[in-house]
T-cell receptor, first 113, second 116 residues
Framework: QKEVEQDPGPLSVPEGAIVSLNCTYS??????FMWYRQYSRKGPELLMY????GNKEDGRFTAQVDKSSKYISLFIRDSQPSDSATYLC?????????????FGTGTSLTVIP | EAGVAQSPRYKIIEKRQSVAFWCNPI?????LYWYQQILGQGPKLLIQ????????DSQLPKDRFSAERLKGVDSTLKIQPAKLEDSAVYLC??????????????FGSGTQLSVL
């Protein structure tokens, strides 16, 4: 079993739609949860960062973590063509020598104008 | 604040040749990571450094891959000899200096390697 599982998609939505991206993780030691956005031929860019359970909102983006079910979600409201990218979920656990980060396979999103 | 710098951006080599990638992390970041990202997959950790020392290289194919981080700043990753299955994007990342709590990971743009 992979540490972080993610539906690879692809996902295609019309402009203005609400997008829901989801991941599950297996390790209870994970404390930090992230979403990265990766445009074609670019490195992943940190989009959202959350600690423990709950919601975090930043503009049109909301990250949600449910530690009881080990479920991570990213919601994008009023999606735009510029949101077309691959979205990677990630989890990490702390260590004195630097955190261990685990990534999902990424979900490819296309927002159609 | 300057981001993680990587070079080259692209590299095309033939199998059995050698190749090297360079990374300069964000200033002050003690931890540096090299990841391999095969098309359609998430980043896979190859090696993790904290300052000069190796923290985790359990997934590094040591018969062909090597990495070093001299003086705890820049790092190089080398592949010798390259195989077809090494075709991937090689991502360098560094994390904010406070290990453990609130540690965030920042990536460079990557090096796209094609092995023919």
């Amino acid at each position: 079993q992979k540490e972080v599982e993610q539906d690879p998609g692809p996902l295609s939505v019309p402009e203005g739609a609400i997008v829901s991206l989801n991941c599950t993780y297996s390790n209870s030691a994970f404390q930090y949860f992230m979403w990265y956005r990766q445009y074609s031929r670019k490195g992943p860019e940190l989009l959202m960062y959350t600690y423990s359970s709950g919601n975090k909102e930043d503009g049109r983006f909301t990250a949600q973590v449910d530690k009881s079910s080990k479920y991570i979600s990213l919601f994008i409201r009023d999606s735009q063509p510029s949101d077309s990218a691959t979205y990677l979920c990630a989890s990490s656990r702390p260590r004195d020598t630097g955190n261990q980060f685990y990534f999902g396979t990424g979900t490819s999103l296309t927002v159609i104008p | 604040e300057a981001g993680v710098a990587q070079s080259p951006r692209y590299k095309i080599i033939e199998k059995r040749q050698s190749v090297a990638f360079w990374c300069n992390p964000i200033s002050g970041h003690a931890t540096l990571y090299w990841y391999q990202q095969i098309l359609g997959q998430g980043p896979k950790l190859l090696i993790q450094f904290q300052n000069n020392g190796v923290v985790d290289d359990s997934q590094l194919p040591k018969d062909r891959f090597s990495a070093e981080r001299l003086k705890g700043v820049d790092s190089t990753l080398k592949i010798q000899p390259a195989k077809l299955e090494d075709s991937a994007v090689y991502l360098c990342a560094s994390s904010s200096p406070r290990a453990g709590a609130n540690e965030k990971l920042f990536f460079g743009s990557g090096t796209q390697l094609s092995v023919l």
